[in-house]
Nanobody, 127 residues
Framework: QVQLEEAGGGLVQVGGSLRLACAAS????????MGWFRQARAKDLEVVAA????????YYADSVKGRFTISRDNAKNTVYLQMNSLKPEDTAVYYC????????????????????WGQGTQVTVSS
């Protein structure tokens, strides 16, 4: 079993920055690709970014390329999402997920049927 806990959301002005963190815990929490997803009000869940266990492979949604950076610290079992140049359309609840097939799934555009999800953290970008 893996538990995921997000932190770092909040209210920020347009053009500002936030860093989200997702801490994984549990006896099988190591070794998984992880990713960030978001769901805005009345919209579908969408992938934001994903990263392999080693950190050597990453994926970004087109809407965040050049603005967001995903990284991980395996010693701390934590994945980060650095969000810069935030826009009002980035407003959403952000979730982290972990699954052995996560990176391949998002790259293939398949459904996000992942084993482990966090509770989510709200990000609000005000104009």
């Amino acid at each position: 079993q893996v538990q995921l806990e997000e932190a770092g959301g909040g209210l920020v002005q347009v053009g500002g920055s936030l860093r989200l963190a997702c801490a994984a815990s549990g006896p099988t929490s190591r070794g998984y690709p992880m990713g960030w997803f978001r769901q805005a009000r009345a919209k579908d869940l969408e992938v934001v970014a994903a990263i392999s266990w080693s950190g050597g492979s990453t994926y970004y949604a087109d809407s965040v390329k050049g603005r967001f950076t995903i990284s991980r610290d395996n010693a701390k079992n934590t994945v980060y999402l650095q969000m810069n140049s935030l826009k009002p359309e980035d407003t959403a609840v952000y979730y982290c997920a972990a699954d052995p097939a996560l990176l391949s799934t998002v790259m293939a555009g398949l459904a996000y049927d992942f084993y482990y999800w966090g509770q989510g953290t709200q990000v609000t970008v005000s104009s």
